[in-house]
């Protein structure tokens, strides 16, 4: 049996652990789930594809990041290390060797994006495994309280279990204390296996640079001229806004392209390939750029605009200089970003009367029901990614018990006849499928087929028909696709009050968007800091350095805080809040609410507003140049606000 340090050495080609590798690994081979909160670039991904290899079963690695998984998964290839991944990208064929391989026992790494659980064939394959391993990145996504809670992580805790994995290690580069202890509950993680390593980087320069909007160009070319040769990302909030300056610097004699998450995959792909092989590329970028590129040699990153939190902040800058060599941080810090970062905030919480609807929506269903999440959306006028932390709400409550998700609708195209396929089968199994094909009702080339119907004339569980479908395809016998994903839920009580429980719902969604704006308050606080920031950042994430970091804008300056520029007053056109006022009379049902009514002015869509197309309307974004919370406190006033 070869040890750890053995394949260290045989596989990955290393001589030593870095910090907290080792005792994270110990604790997995031991038996024992476990937590690691390293920095970027840390080494977090070896401590789940080391020990996958140690051990029996196959080891599940859950990540959001297409782009991760596929970086990942090759340079394993490369080390002859048995890895696939199963996302959306994959065509059918592709689909079809990754199951045959994990059914056969051939993987050792099967990589997943978060959602792929919400995949009925995907979850009955994977209940049939042995895990041995369930690795979660991003596990700080768990916590309701940290800076990107996301409830499909609270619904991966529940698989891990439902899965019977052998072990969880949960992994981050941002976890707060609080956070931490969070995703240890969430995983049933002991503290004492949850290993956190120093956050402090001391090659790297942070700097602070004050800015007006119409220098911001100009600064960051200088800044990109003037400092030593090497890549560097430049991140910023908005896709047109990559695009734009991408453009500028490149007229300006920068060797400078864009990426964002809107650009075709194979673009996407030729961005990171050329930033991943150059000494001097510059790369435009929105967040989505970073997480799945391996690069050490990073020179530079530069936020030109604010970042949304001080998580996102040291999540991006610990991309630069990872080997170890000194590295250029700096923050643009610009008033005008403000009014855009806060409105990203407003524009996810959802007005009282959408909450509303959806409890009236959700509780007007059976004992037992299936929802779209899509639909509902639409209906109550609140974000899908809304709607789904609302209904977890509700299910952390005691109210519903989630259920597995499933597609309303199946379809599949022969590839042989059926007698040639039943030809295939004996006994049981052939007058089982005989009765599911039978069901099947033919359209001009795809047969359409009701799961619920097939179980009941087979005379079994809804799963076993997935099952057999999915492995007629898996043989190639016929083409399967399915639509129409449906969340299962079970109604456990009904409120006495709907409208009490709306208000205690809304007041959550609330306290949410005050945690979140509190977050760029703090990036705010760090940028004018009069005090070593690289103190204030690592105390941030639990970690207390013992004398000024002597590498940040503070420190660097002689103890002198930057002069960060007042924000610039923002009034509201007494004409135009008549137009819009008049256009609010006109379209009450959709604009009525005060909080959607805001939210149109300051441009922010949502399911209504885009069904209506007042997208479409010169009024939409007339005011995002002005605080929310100040649009909001005029559209509440009784008479409708000024006018």
């Known amino acids: 049996m070869p040890t750890p340090h053995d394949v260290l050495r045989r596989t990955f080609g290393l001589e030593q652990f870095r910090p907290g590798q080792e005792e994270v690994i110990t604790h997995l081979l031991a038996g024992r789930s476990a937590a690691a909160v390293f920095p970027t670039g840390g080494g977090k991904s070896l401590c789940y594809q080391l020990p996958a290899l140690l051990l029996p079963g196959v080891t599940l690695v859950v990540s959001p990041l297409i782009a991760l998984m596929k970086e990942q998964i090759d340079r394993l290839r490369a080390r002859a290390v048995a890895a696939a991944r199963l996302d959306s990208t994959l065509d ?37 495994l042995r895990v041995s391993l369930f690795a979660v990145d991003e596990a700080h996504c768990i916590s309701e309280w940290g800076h990107n809670f996301r409830p499909d992580y609270l619904k991966l805790a529940h698989f891990a279990r439902l899965c019977r994995a052998e072990r969880v290690l949960a992994l981050t ?3 707060t204390p609080p956070v931490l202890a ?54 910023v909030t908005l896709q047109r806004t990559a695009e734009e300056v991408a453009g500028r610097l490149a007229g300006a004699g920068l060797p400078a392209r864009f990426y964002h998450a809107g650009l075709a995959d194979e673009e996407r792909a030729a961005v990171q390939d050329g930033f991943a ?16 590129i391996d690069k050490a040699d990073i020179r530079a990153v530069y936020h030109y605009n604010l970042p949304k939190s001080l998580e996102n902040y040291s999540q991006e800058v610990g991309r630069a200089g990872r080997d170890g060599a000194p590295a250029e941080c700096e923050l643009f810090v610009c008033p005008d970003d403000l009014n855009r970062l806060e409105n990203f905030v407003h524009g996810d919480t959802p007005s009282f009367a959408g ?10 269903q059976g004992e037992d029901f299936g929802l779209n999440l899509y639909e509902l959306s639409g209906t109550c006028d609140v974000r899908p990614v809304v709607v789904s932390t609302l209904l977890t709400y509700l299910e952390l409550d005691g109210w519903l018990q989630g259920g597995t998700p499933f597609y309303a609708a199946y379809q599949f195209q022969p590839l042989k006849p059926s007698a040639e396929i039943l030809a295939r089968f004996e006994g049981e199994r052939r007058d089982f499928l005989k009765a599911v094909l039978r069901t099947a009702k033919p359209a001009r080339t795809w047969f359409h087929i009701d799961l619920d119907t097939a179980a009941r004339a087979s005379g079994s569980p809804r799963e076993r028909v997935v099952r057999a479908l999915d492995y007629l395809a898996e043989l190639g016998l016929l083409t399967l696709r399915a639509d129409g994903v ?3 839920y ?44 690289g103190e204030r950042l690592c105390a941030h994430f639990g970690e207390t350095l013992a004398a000024p970091c002597g590498h940040c804008s503070w420190c660097l300056d002689g103890g002198k805080p ?3 520029l007042p924000r610039a007053p923002a009034a509201i056109d007494e004409a135009l809040w008549r137009e819009a006022n008049a256009l609010r009379g006109r379209h009450r049902e959709t604009l009525g609410d005060a909080r959607a009514f805001t939210r149109f002015l300051c441009g922010l869509g949502s399911p209504r507003l885009t069904r209506d197309k007042l997208t479409r309307e010169r009024l939409f974004g007339a005011l995002e140049q002005v605080p929310f919370l100040e649009v909001l406190r005029h559209a509440e006033e009784p008479s409708g606000g000024r006018g």
């Open 486 to 488: 449906r969340h299962r």
């Open 182 to 235: 969070d995703v240890c509950r969430g995983f049933a993680i002991a503290p004492a296996c949850a290993v956190r390593t120093g956050f402090h980087r001391p090659n790297l320069t942070l700097r602070t640079t004050p800015v007006r909007a119409d220098r911001r160009d100009a600064l960051l070319a200088s800044s990109l001229k003037g400092r030593p040769p090497g890549p560097a990302i430049v991140y």
């Open 355 to 364: 909450v509303h609807d959806l409890l009236r929506e959700v509780f007007a």
């Open 277 to 292: 092989t150059s000494a001097d590329a510059v790369v435009v970028a929105t967040i989505a750029f970073g997480m799945g």
């Open 490 to 533: 079970r109604r456990l009580k009904t409120p006495p009050d709907l409208e009490a429980l709306a208000h205690d719902l809304h007041r959550r969604t609330l306290e949410r968007e005050a945690r979140e704006v509190a977050r760029l308050n703090q990036v705010m606080e760090l940028a004018g800091l009069d005090g070593c920031q």
């Open 92 to 128: 059918g064929d592709e689909y079809r060797r990754v199951m045959t391989d994990l059914r056969s026992g051939a993987l050792r790494l099967l990589y997943l994006a978060p959602e792929r659980f919400n995949n009925e064939r995907v979850r009955a394959a994977l209940l049939r």
């Open 562 to 564: 930057a002069k960060l």
């Open 173 to 175: 580069a941002t976890a």
